[in-house]
């Protein structure tokens, strides 16, 4: 999977900008806020349909400017073009191959990792960022768990809407059953996805996790569905999951009519890393949190080579300041080899020239590109 060429119109603050990439390693060299981030941000655009730092899609349009245009050449069996449309007053737009799209069709045409330096909120942020995650890793690779989770949090939503009738307007709580049904049916379909993601996941982390770290230190990952309350050893098939799954809903019954919502489900699902059985969120340092977190990144490529049969475009934002020498030379040792990459730096001598010979270097200042040759 590559991205070949990528075109910008009045997107941040790129006027124009048409940008040919190598099938190999692509470095993107600048110094601040000159928009080394902002390439990367239009080619995440075309793999996710929405950007990994933009509170608003309106963010990304150019100040003074209506909408935005951001185009991609991309190969996966075939060469496609996607591109997508952002207005400042009104919905963004996809396509694919000049056909308009919903975005759920648009995602997973083209798949990208990304590692950032904010990459830590994997482990210290909330459990709803961990599961925006899972949700948003998942569903670059399988096109039915993505509409799964829309099913979901549309019956979630009529659910919720219904319950704060039952609790504030004594509405008949019978009505409540079909939605429990559709509930507890879509929510058990999507847990046994995540569970085994996760476990696939794990497997691969832990191996990477012995690539970068000596081999002396064991990480796991273990997903914590909302009913497990820390218990090991439970069996996450789609049945058990919705055995459980009901139990929990009988049990919540009384306290959710009382609060007008839903109170169990996988929209309260969470996953930890552990390194030799502790949580690192509790116990790990900052080190060894950024060390799982690149493991786990590596083992995303792993995964989604095994589910789609090829390896997405790394995206590497500016993450060479952030790792001591060893870990940097091991990462990029391990990355440039055979998958295509996109890096941004501040400071090219950062770079082994066993990385630098033969990538494309790009220098970017305010929202130009030259080549270096
Ligand atoms: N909507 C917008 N319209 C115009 N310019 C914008 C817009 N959004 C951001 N910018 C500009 O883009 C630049 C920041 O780009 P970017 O985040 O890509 O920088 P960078 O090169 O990655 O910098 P750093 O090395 O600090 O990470 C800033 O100059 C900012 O003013
Ligand atoms: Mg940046």
Not at 33 to 38: L, P, R
Not at 146 to 165: A, E, F, I, P
Request: net charge neutral; hydrophobic share 40%.
């Amino acid at each position: 999977m590559l991205i070949r060429e990528l075109k910008l119109l009045n997107f941040r603050n790129y006027r124009t900008l048409n940008l040919s990439f190598t099938p190999h390693v692509n470095i993107f060299v600048g110094l601040n806020a000159q928009g080394k981030t902002n390439i990367l941000e239009a080619v995440y655009l075309l793999a996710m349909g929405r950007s990994f730092r933009a509170a608003k899609d309106s963010d990304m349009i150019t100040h003074d400017q209506e909408h935005s245009l951001v185009s991609g050449q991309v190969t996966t069996e075939a060469t496609h073009t996607l591109e997508l449309i952002l207005r400042r007053n009104g919905p963004k737009q996809f396509r694919f191959n000049k056909k308009e799209l919903p975005h759920s069709r648009f995602v997973g045409v083209f798949n990208v990792v990304l590692f950032t330096p904010d990459d830590l909120y994997l482990i210290k942020g909330s459990p709803a960022e961990r599961r925006r995650f899972l949700d948003w890793e998942i569903s670059q690779v399988n096109a039915g768990y993505r509409s799964l989770l829309l099913d979901y949090y549309k019956v979630l939503q009529h659910r919720n809407s219904l319950l704060k009738t039952i609790a504030f307007e004594n509405q008949d709580p019978r009505m409540l059953e079909v939605w429990n049904q559709q509930l507890v049916e879509l929510g058990s379909r999507l847990m046994a996805v995540r569970a085994d993601m996760i476990h696939k996941l794990g497997i691969l982390s832990r191996l990477m996790h012995r690539q970068i770290s000596d081999g002396k230190e064991e990480l796991a990952l273990r997903y914590v569905p909302f009913f497990a309350g820390g218990e090991q050893g439970v069996s996450f098939d789609y049945q058990s999951i919705k055995d459980r799954f009901v139990e929990a809903l009988a049990s919540a019954r009384a306290a959710e009519f009382r609060r007008g919502y839903s109170l169990v489900g996988p929209h309260r699902d969470d996953f930890q890393f552990l390194i030799d059985g502790l949580d690192v969120k509790v116990f790990g340092s900052q080190g060894q949190q950024r060390t799982a977190i690149l493991a786990c990144r590596l083992a995303e490529l792993e995964y989604m080579k095994s589910e789609t049969g090829s390896y997405p475009t790394i995206l590497l934002d500016d993450v060479t300041s952030e790792l001591d020498e060893e870990r940097k030379y091991l990462l990029l040792k391990l990355l440039t080899k055979k998958i295509q990459t996109v890096i941004t730096t501040t400071d090219i001598s950062d770079f082994m020239p066993d990385v630098t010979e033969g990538a494309a270097v790009f220098q970017v200042s305010a929202g130009q590109i030259q080549e270096r040759r």
